[in-house]
């Protein structure tokens, strides 16, 4: 993890939530990410992935510090953000944004494109003119394929696909090292969202930007990212190269998921589906056993009794007993 | 689908318009379709394509500020022009609808039961209460809900969203419809969640041999579970047939540009993912002034000026009963792959 090149190096994360507690009630504890590691390169793209629950947003929501963090620490170039103030936090906020889900709420109705997009600037870079700030969006805007008379408009006159461009785009001005996006396509139509995710790979490679790319959609994944981390009610169940995951999922909790996505295959060897029951159990249980038991077709008595540790299996990291 | 068969559904020149302060929205425009006993079919579509609306008006569940013309026949009954009284024992029971969120189409007032039962009596006047609460428990055994008996005194809320999808599911179905309009139904839903439904859908389908009228955006679920597809683009049909053959051999530019457009997760297929998707360029267009020729010829990579002045019609494939496609441009899928490529 001394790369010279990691930017973000995430370790033993956990983040807990308090659920209710008042006179007459206990709280109890949601445990929403748990012992969390990972780490990402330059110019690297990492997806998290899991159903709904799972702990994906908060993760996100964690490394950025817009959560607080319960345990462990989040490092990004050098420094352990877990350990800052929120007004230290505040100015690495320079080095590390964010794209939102739904484009056309995330951006303020009252505001032109102009003044959304500079508004980063405003709070990192206040000593540039006005002059200065006006030409840095509209290098910006130039950069993501925004015309400049869209500069005066509000977003209520775009479309999602144009709104979601404003997004990245006031994302970009500050020049981060590190983009989270947040479901940053599911809103989107198949034809519009082509455009953002060609976009998206684009400012990548042109800036060798660091993607943390969350969601939930296991096609587009696959398209956007290098390497991949499965999460499962706040736990990694299994982390590595994309492309080998897809190829070739160890965990059963990987292979359930890769298997029900939806395909446009119309072979005979079309592989087949692992089926899984039931639901998500609630994550304000703490876990003995692997966190997956409950719905895992494998599941063997020691499943229920140990927590399985990541191991390195075929050239990626599995948290299982039986994995394969 | 055989095309000797005599539909149970039809459509005929059906065109729907809403009324706003800023102009009319001619949100569909002209649309033939046929729906046959038993089978699948998929309308895809991006958003404001005319997918939902098309069906809604169907049961007349449009908003109050459409006007439609056309006819959609159903057991030699306009459906458009018949008043609520006569649409009311069709509608929830000859023909029934799953909405795509399961949270606002359920009464977050009433428990399930309360649903459930009000559902069967109101086509069945005669059923007594215990019979009916016997038929909803088997109903919702019927889509995998565990513990049936306990989920029936429930309210929406206390369910999560895949069990809201089954008791909407189970309400549909709880009259034995011959035609079921699923709009979007999996959605909302996480993919383990979505294949579990999809399967429960198609067992049922089977089991009953009713038509399902599947829509929604994903092509993924239309290869997997339909035998149809109709692709549709501003209130119009682009192409329509077997599914396979549509998806493997794409007629229409729509339809290729938007398999293209979608990033496939194929575990079988070497992985495409270093290609760049193909972005349509543009974006669709304002249904309040669409264009006079065909829809997408601002978009379509293979167009001309003919394109631009004229409507294409949705005719058959030559030398083919199962497939049709509404554009001037002939040749194989293959031509107008290269079209697209070569303006990328």
Known sequence: MSDRDTILSVENLSVHFRLGGGVFSRASIVRAVENVSFALQRGETLSIVGESGSGKSTLARAVLRLVAITKGSVILNGENLAQLSNNEVRKRRQNMQMVFQDPIASLSPRRTVEQIIAEPLMVHQPELSGEERSAKVRDTMDAIGLLPDMRNRYPHEFSGGQAQRIGIARALIVEPTLLVADEPVSALDVSIQAQVLNLLSDIKRQRSLSLLFISHDLSVVQHVSDRLLVLYLGHVMEVGAAKDIYANPQHPYTKALLSAVPTIDFSANKPKRTRLTGELPSPTVEHVGCPFASRCPMAQAICNEQKPQLNTVEGRDVACHFPG | ?344
């Open chain 2, 1 to 344: 689908m055989s095309t000797s068969q005599t539909p149970i559904l039809s459509i005929k020149d059906l065109f729907i318009e809403f009324e706003t302060p800023d102009g009319a929205v001619k949100a569909v425009n002209g649309i033939n379709l046929d729906l046959f006993k038993g089978e699948v079919l998929g309308i895809v579509g991006e958003s404001g394509s005319g997918k939902s609306q098309s069906w809604m008006a169907t049961l007349g569940l449009l908003a109050e500020n459409a006007t439609t013309s056309g006819e959609v026949t159903f057991d030699g009954e306009n459906l458009l022009t018949l008043p609520p009284k006569a649409l009311n024992p069709i509608r929830g029971n000859r023909i029934a609808m799953v909405f795509q969120d399961p949270m606002t189409s359920l009464n977050p007032y009433l428990t399930i039961e309360t649903q459930m039962v009000e559902a069967l009596r109101i086509h069945n006047k005669r059923m007594s209460k215990p019979d009916a609460r016997k038929r909803c428990v088997e109903m919702l055994d019927r889509v995998a809900i565990p513990a049936a008996d306990k989920r029936l005194k429930q309210f929406p809320h206390e369910l999560s969203g895949g069990m809201r999808q089954r008791v909407m599911i189970a309400l549909a179905l709880l009259n034995d419809p011959e035609v079921l309009i699923a709009d979007e139904p999996t959605t909302a839903l996480d993919v383990t969640i979505q294949a579990e439904i999809l399967d429960i859908l198609l067992d049922l389908q089977r089991e009953r041999g009713m038509a399902v009228v599947f829509i929604t955006h994903d092509l993924g679920v239309v290869a997997e579970i339909c035998s149809r597809v109709c692709v549709m683009y501003a209130g119009r049909l682009a192409e329509i047939g077997p599914v396979q053959d549509v998806f493997t051999d794409a007629r229409h530019p729509y339809t290729l540009s938007l398999l293209k457009a979608t990033p496939r997760a194929a575990q079988s297929q070497a992985a495409q993912s270093d290609d760049a998707l193909y972005a349509i360029p543009g974006a669709p267009p304002n249904m309040r002034m669409p264009p006079p020729g065909c829809p997408f010829e601002p978009r379509c990579a293979c167009a001309d000026a003919h394109c631009r002045e004229q409507v294409p019609a949705l005719e058959p494939l030559q030398g083919s009963e199962t497939r049709l496609k509404a554009c001037f441009r002939e040749g194989s899928s293959a031509a107008l792959l290269e079209a697209l490529v070569h303006e990328r």
